[in-house]
């Protein structure tokens, strides 16, 4: 169950010295080609089946953020020629409840795909809810059985930011082997499923967070650094050694990620912008998933 390659590899190694500035790393451009692939999918999918693959966003309450961002993901399966279902709870939703709703979807043969938008609010059982998608429609990555299978290297749809941040390494044939890559946040959705994919790449990895001792020190001695600890700005410029490969995975107020980019560009050989760069791939590679799931679930083969 994992996403099909839509690379076109940029020849790029640690070994090689930066000048004068960092390379960005294009996300926006990556996830529109993963967006374009996703919808040659669903017109195959279509085209064999009569079906249209379909996913499933589910919100609880109003909170303006996850409104905006259910919405962009609304509006990427529109583009991508998939069938959009919204279901949207007020807030004073139980657990129960919300469970009862998400069965409802892992019983519907037209849903393909099951994302409940995070945070939920309290008092709810986040990991319930996670719990009652089953494994063959959770392409957000988020039930303890997807992400078991993303630690041990089988097939999984894994989480979408930490696939993301792999696919856009790939863009940019950043080697994994044996390096020393080093992820800062341990969210059981992104820092913890990204240090098993990379371990799985045979990368050296430190997981590390904003509590651990002698932070900047051990950062200095990483080839990639991937930052994930929601505090912006958290990563200084003169943690990072020369020619390491940033990936800011934080997105705060007022568009700041969780490396202070200014000063990170000049060590750094290749470095993420916020926004555009980890961001489109985290929504690009939930509908690609969501296409390969529904393909899966249709009996149709890419």
């Not at 919405?71 to 004073?92: N, Q």
């Not at 494994?135 to 988020?142: A, Q, R, T």
């Not at 993301?164 to 059981?188: C, Q, T, W």
């Not at 020619?243 to 050989?269: Q, R």
Request: glycine letters at 8%.
């Amino acid at each position: 169950m994992c996403p099909r390659d839509a690379r076109a590899p940029i020849q790029y190694s640690l070994s090689m010295e930066p000048t004068n500035k960092a390379k960005l790393m294009d996300g926006r451009a990556l996830a529109q080609r993963v967006h374009a692939a996703a919808a040659d999918k669903v017109r195959k999918i279509l085209g064999a089946t009569g079906v249209t693959p379909c996913l499933a966003t589910v919100l609880v309450g109003s909170d303006p953020a996850s409104v905006t961002y259910t919405r962009m993901k609304r509006k990427r399966c529109l583009d991508a020629g998939m069938l959009p279902k919204r279901i949207e709870l007020p807030l004073g939703t139980t657990t129960a409840q919300l469970v009862d709703e998400i069965t409802k979807l892992a019983e519907d043969q037209s849903v393909h795909g099951i994302l409940v938008q995070h945070p939920v609010p309290k008092p709810i059982d986040k990991r319930a809810a996670f719990e009652a998608i089953p494994i063959e429609k959770d392409v957000d990555g988020v039930a303890s059985a997807t992400l078991g299978r993303v630690i041990l290297g089988m097939p999984a749809w894994a989480s979408c930011t930490p696939a993301g941040i792999m696919r856009l390494l790939d863009e940019y044939s950043v080697e994994l082997d044996g390096v020393h890559a080093m992820v800062i946040g341990r969210s059981p959705i992104l820092g913890r499923p990204m240090a098993s994919m990379l371990i799985n790449r045979h990368a050296t990895v430190t997981l590390c967070h904003s509590r651990t001792r002698g932070l900047p020190s051990l950062v200095r001695h990483a080839d990639v650094i991937i930052a994930a600890v929601g505090k912006p700005k958290f990563v200084k410029g003169g943690w990072i050694k020369v020619g390491a490969v940033v990936i800011d995975a934080g997105y705060n107020e007022g568009n700041v990620g969780d490396v202070d980019f200014d000063g990170a560009i000049e060590p750094a050989s290749l470095i993420t912008p916020v926004p555009g760069g980890v961001g489109p791939m985290t929504i690009a590679t939930l509908i690609d998933q969501t296409a390969e799931a529904a393909a899966q679930q249709v009996g149709v083969e890419l």
